[in-house]
């Protein structure tokens, strides 16, 4: 088992920053792959972007270059870099990790409310 608990969430006017933290506890060896994952109200859950081990990136097309995604190895801790915000990023956003890129769901945080205003 993983356990994931996230930190960092809040409120910010558009054009702003946060940065989101995601502590991994456990069986940290079996989260080769660590991502986060957001759903705004009355919406699906949909993925931002991931890290693999080798510290390969993704990220949703939304995001890109304006997030990024990074982790401390040493720490057990991912992060989520977020600038440049807009009304539309407004949702909980969630840590998530598993064993390989293909499934980077196993284990969920409770997640983290980010809130946007124009």
């Known amino acids: 088992q993983v356990q994931l608990v996230e930190s960092g969430g809040g409120s910010v006017q558009a054009g702003g920053s946060l940065r989101l933290s995601c502590a991994a506890f456990?069986?940290?060896?079996?989260?080769?792959?660590m991502g986060w994952f957001r759903q705004a109200p009355g919406k699906e859950r949909e993925g931002v972007a991931s890290?693999?081990?080798?510290?390969?990136?993704d990220y949703r097309d939304s995001t890109k270059g304006r997030f990024t995604i990074s982790k401390d190895n040493a720490k057990n801790t991912l992060y989520l870099q977020m600038t440049s915000l807009k009304p539309e990023d407004t949702a909980m956003y969630y840590c998530?990790?598993?064993?390989?890129?293909?499934?980077?769901?196993?284990?969920w945080g409770q997640g983290t409310q980010v809130t946007v205003s124009s």
């Open positions: 890290i693999d081990s080798d510290g390969t990136t």
């Open positions: 456990g069986y940290t060896y079996s989260a080769n792959c």
């Open positions: 998530a990790a598993g064993p390989h890129a293909a499934y980077c769901s196993a284990y």
